[in-house]
């Protein structure tokens, strides 16, 4: 029960102070499941993040489902799953019941205006964090910079990258290319 | 009841089909504004606006507000079920796979390419974050450095450069950098 309900109170956590999008929870899920629960490693954060992006669903809703599978099978799943979701239908429901205009409110934007800037912050710290994880050698640090560059200058589709670079791995695997991974 | 059942099934479709991230919901909820009642094409602006300035998924929080204007806290909680029931049912399925196969050769072979393009992705999104966040590019036609003083953010860049510095030096918890962000930004009307 107890595993449950620290899965539960964790996800909520990092749900409540999550804004902007998917890959803004990075640097929470880094603190509160790698760091305080020890629950993952970070190279397994960034396979679920890779698999959430090419699989249906939300990024975060799909790494909480991972991370309590892990943890304690499906009931595992369900409660970090639920905790992900908690908070945002609260206070969604909240604010679409009491407030109408709150995106308009000086005071929000005010505070977003700031929030945007620190949550830059927060991501360009996970990255570099990432980066000494999971570029391990030259070729590495070519793929970063090609993802990099289709993800920024193209429309295509992030789940196409994903693809691209497993077909990739899979490729140099079979003309028997020994990556730094395996040292 | 069956409204209910609609709401369900339709936020299950789009939990089915909408593969990365929270604006790719965007255009099955623009066929929803036109199939059903429930909400105009022009109410998917308000709900962007609401969905990003909550904390939360987008998705998320969209379904959570189109359900709410369906049917109030059943509606939301139908609503966001049905969105994510799909992606933890095939997360599940992904993790008994992945378990299994973790040391499989091949496997290994994927996650070492995976990993990096996952990470350019990821500066990506950062870079985007923080250029409409540094810069007002939409406030100028024209940019360059004779107007360089309407489109860059003098309190943005400070602040960023201030919080770099920051959490370079000392370690803070994320949430309390939030905190302490949306503080400032009220206090210096950002």
């Keep these: 029960m107890n595993i449950l309900w620290q899965l539960f109170t964790s996800f909520s956590r990092i749900g409540a102070f999550t804004f902007g999008g998917g890959y803004a929870m990075l640097p929470l899920l880094q603190q509160e499941v790698v760091e305080k629960r020890g629950w993952s490693t970070e190279d397994e954060i960034l396979d679920y993040f890779a698999i959430g992006q090419c699989t249906p669903g939300i990024i975060f809703v799909n790494t909480a489902t991972f991370v309590g599978y892990k943890q304690k099978g499906v009931l595992g799943a369900i409660f970090a799953t639920l905790g992900a979701i908690t908070p945002s239908i609260i206070i969604v429901m909240i604010i679409s019941s009491v407030l109408n205009g709150f995106a308009d409110l000086p005071v929000v934007q005010h505070a977003f205006g700031a929030i945007r800037v620190v949550v830059g912050v927060l991501i360009y710290n996970a990255v570099s964090g990432m980066w000494k994880k999971s570029v391990v050698d030259k070729l590495c640090v070519c793929v970063v910079f ?38 | 009841m069956t409204g209910f059942l609609t709401l369900f099934w339709e936020f299950f479709e789009i939990g089915l089909f909408s593969v990365g991230g929270g604006l790719a919901t965007l255009p099955f909820l623009y ?140 370690k803070i918890h994320p949430i309390a950098i939030i905190v302490i962000g949306a503080v400032i930004g009220i206090v210096f009307q950002f």
């Design chain 2, 31 to 170: 066929r929803l504004a036109e199939k059903y009642p429930w909400f105009t094409t022009e109410a998917i602006s308000d709900m962007i606006a609401i969905s990003e300035s909550t904390p939360g998924p987008m998705g998320v929080n969209m379904a959570t507000y189109t359900g709410f204007q369906f049917g109030s806290v059943l509606g939301s909680i139908t609503a966001t079920f049905g969105l994510v029931l799909p992606s933890v049912i095939i997360i599940i399925w992904v993790s008994k796979f992945l378990e299994k196969f973790r040391k499989n050769k091949h496997v290994e072979e994927v996650f070492y390419t995976l990993r990096p393009a996952v990470t350019g992705l990821i500066a990506s999104a950062g870079c985007s974050v923080l250029l409409t966040s540094l810069f007002h590019l939409d406030a100028v036609e024209v940019v360059s450095l004779e107007n360089i003083s309407s489109w860059i953010g003098v309190k943005e860049c400070i602040l960023f450069v201030a919080m770099l510095i920051l959490t370079k030096k000392k």
């Design chain 1, 146 to 183: 090609v993802a990099f560059f289709i993800a920024t200058c193209t429309t295509i589709s992030p789940a196409w990258i994903v693809f691209g670079a497993t077909v990739f791995g899979l490729f140099l695997g079979k003309m028997g290319y020994k990556g730094g991974a395996k040292q």
